[in-house]
């Protein structure tokens, strides 16, 4: 009876985190499936803030060359030559960063997404700046 009342507590417990946007897989790290997890989500969290900050750039061009849409898009399409320049040289860095781990390994998967985190959010910042009015 015990092990019900714990294992039904375990599933509420579960449930609510699941639940609650504020919880994520790096609280309470404590085991290697945990720390791949929470790479896993670093690593989404990162990349998606990195999205929002190109479009975040995107925006502010737009407003401060409004009347010149021709240098807006000329601006938008270096943005975005720039940004696909830089994420091959992301993805050439963390290739080079996590030699030697075997691809696939679990150790390989935290390694590539810590690195690839860490370069989204380096990037991210350096896009804050960008197109800044003064």
């Keep these: 009876m015990k092990t019900m009342f714990l294992a039904l507590a375990l599933f509420a417990t579960g449930a609510h985190a699941a639940s609650n946007p504020a919880a994520n897989p790096c609280d309470g790290v404590e085991e290697d499936q945990q720390t791949l997890e929470c790479s896993v989500y670093s690593r989404d969290t990162a990349e998606k803030l990195l999205t929002e900050n190109v479009q975040n750039v995107l925006e502010r061009v737009q407003t401060q060359f ?3 849409k021709a240098q807006a898009e000329e601006f938008a399409t ?6 696909e320049a830089w994420k091959k040289l992301r993805d050439a860095d963390c290739a080079v960063e996590v030699f030697p781990a075997k691809p696939g390994t679990k150790e390989f998967n935290i390694d590539q997404n810590d690195c690839l985190t860490r370069a989204s959010d380096e990037r991210s910042e350096y896009l804050d700046t960008v197109a800044q009015s003064e």
């Design 66 to 68: 409004g009347a010149n």
């Design 78 to 83: 270096k943005l975005k030559a720039a940004q």
